[in-house]
């Protein structure tokens, strides 16, 4: 039987924009859910516990954990329901998701500052006393150096020692987007879960 898999978007994105993503991987035979969640306006306090109902409803559904893909923010997203509930993840799967600092070391910085009057630094503690809780389910990260919009540094998961990172050339906005990056995922998902082959090396050559 197929696995199901959630995809989430990004800041200011909702699922139109995971529309290629969420193509492929129904092609490469996933049983792929969108998030139905709107735009994703970056409050993570009050999103997290409606993706979690999100991926709790898609667990009851198809009786069997889910695969979350994240897309930057939806990233974070998909790793606090995994934090939460590692119950009903099989892997997550995350592209250019910032796991320290928050906002702080990306390009929606002066945003969340100047408009949401967020003190970054005190939001960089919050986030690493947070990262402290384990992960209990195989992550990969995606990043690349070339990203535009995330400090790549921001995505390399030092809290669990299982991530998986994988860098790509590519940038933010072609993480989603590129063939070969979408093929990465789609492999990714089937490598975590045992049921394929090895990805072969750790850097992929993605043009964009």
């Not at 934090?83 to 928050?102: A, F, N």
């Not at 933010?172 to 975590?192: F, N, P």
């Amino acid at each position: 039987m197929a696995i199901p898999v959630a995809v989430f978007p990004g800041f200011s994105a909702g699922d139109l924009s995971t529309f290629f993503l969420r193509r492929h991987l129904q092609g490469a035979g996933y049983r792929v859910h969108r998030w139905r969640l709107g735009i994703n306006r970056g409050n993570v306090p009050a999103l997290v516990p409606k993706v979690l109902a999100r991926t709790e409803a898609l667990f009851q559904r198809h009786e069997e954990p889910v695969a979350l893909v994240g897309w930057s923010l939806g990233g974070v997203l998909a790793r606090e329901v995994a934090r939460e509930r590692p119950d009903l993840v099989k892997c997550i799967v995350t592209l250019g998701t910032p796991v320290v600092g928050g906002p702080k070391y990306t390009s929606t910085a002066p945003f969340y500052e100047k408009v949401l009057n967020v003190d970054l630094d005190a939001l960089e503690r919050t986030i690493d006393e947070r990262n402290r809780i384990p992960i209990r389910v195989p992550i990969t990260a995606i990043y690349t150096r070339n990203d535009g919009v995330v400090n790549w540094q921001a995505c390399i998961d030092h809290y669990n020692e299982h991530c998986r990172h994988i860098e790509v050339e590519a940038t933010h906005l072609s993480l989603g987007y590129d063939r070969k990056i979408l093929q990465l995922v789609s492999r990714t998902i089937a490598q975590t879960l045992g049921s394929a082959s090895a990805t072969s090396g750790h850097r992929v050559e993605v043009s964009g």
